[in-house]
């Protein structure tokens, strides 16, 4: 009423057509170059205020752009352990983890070097200067992985876990078996919260834990592999319930 001949519609950015799309981009690249134009305000929030940001956002109270982020980056002067390390995923990591100067990366597996691709797989992530362990693991034996622990030098402490570890046996409930679904549930299960167990009083920068949004959506045939992954999403929001601070206190109680 206040702005006449004024029209609101929705429509597809397609719709303009890329000649009018290209003039649309070449105006707002001019705005920039001018200062006619500048980015939008950005409101960063810890990783642990997101309820706080994502509720600011539902109600339409914030101008411009909501960013969640870290004050703490990893160290790299340190150990990075990567369960499942010596697979497609967890090598994919460990080059990633190499090219930003982590010092020392322990990488375990069920079937350690004799894993395919392992010997250079290892021989390309010394190349970018990272030294690498390789230990013959099943994640799930709880001594195995507090033996894992005690080897790690101590000039170069424990930095972060990285959790990759997992196995598929996928079929209908009907025709799983009892050790069907514990062969898909040790690793992720029993792996995480032997991890999360023995590394709780220790000074990490980083836990993490891959998971699979079979977890959340599910999957024709992986009952078990969806719940294995529902536990890492809750262990995963446990521990961050419970905070580095409140970690230590809770070891001190009788």
């Known amino acids: 009423a206040q702005h006449p001949g004024t029209m609101y519609r929705a429509f597809d950015l397609r719709e303009a057509g890329p000649e009018r799309i290209q003039a649309m981009f ?36 914030n101008v411009g752009k909501l960013a969640l982020a870290s004050s703490r980056a990893l160290r790299t002067d340190g150990t990075v352990w990567i369960t499942g390390g010596l697979g497609t995923l967890g090598l994919q990591v460990a080059h990633w983890l190499a090219e930003r100067g982590v010092r020392h990366l322990v990488l375990t597996g069920r079937r350690g070097k004799d894993a395919p691709g392992a010997i250079e797989a290892v021989a390309a992530l010394e190349k970018l200067g990272a030294r690498v362990t390789v230990a013959t693991l099943h994640v799930a034996d709880r001594v195995a992985v507090e033996r894992v622990l005690a080897a790690i030098p101590a000039e170069l402490p424990l930095r972060g876990v990285v959790h990759l570890a997992g196995v598929l046996d996928d079929g209908l409930l009907s025709e ?19 991890l999360h167990e023995l590394t709780r009083a220790q000074d990490l920068d980083v836990f993490v834990l891959f998971g699979s949004t079979a977890g959340t959506l599910g999957a024709a045939g992986q009952g078990p592999y969806a719940a294995a992954n529902a536990f890492l999403d809750a262990l995963a929001a446990h521990r961050r319930a419970l905070g580095s601070g409140r970690l230590r206190d809770e070891l001190d109680q009788p």
């Open 26 to 61: 070449e105006a707002i690249r001019q705005g920039f170059a001018t200062g006619r134009l500048g980015p939008l305000p950005v409101r960063t929030f810890e990783v642990t205020e997101a309820e706080e940001a994502f509720r600011l956002l539902g109600q339409g109270r």
């Open 176 to 194: 799983q078996t009892a050790a069907r679904f514990a062969r898909v549930m040790a690793p992720k299960v029993a792996g995480a919260w032997h």
